[in-house]
């Protein structure tokens, strides 16, 4: 298989490449409880991808990740 190139720089150091998305909930001050991954240092918010369409192929309602587990 060969090696995948992310379009983010990541520290070879990092526990969160493309080979390894966790998943988890997160807050702000501004945001509660929304779902959430990560890639390097950046925190990718499932919701703010749902509702800007990006899940539009899914029949998934966006609440689900708007939701305190």
Do not use: R
């Amino acid at each position: 298989m060969s090696a995948k190139q992310s379009w983010i720089e990541i520290s070879s150091t990092s526990d969160f490449t493309i080979y390894n998305f966790p998943f988890g909930i997160y807050s702000t001050s501004q945001i509660h409880h929304h779902a959430c991954s990560a890639i390097g240092e950046y925190v990718i918010d499932l919701y703010e991808l749902c509702e800007h369409g990006y899940f539009k192929n899914l029949t998934l309602d966006k609440q689900v990740f708007n939701k305190e587990f």
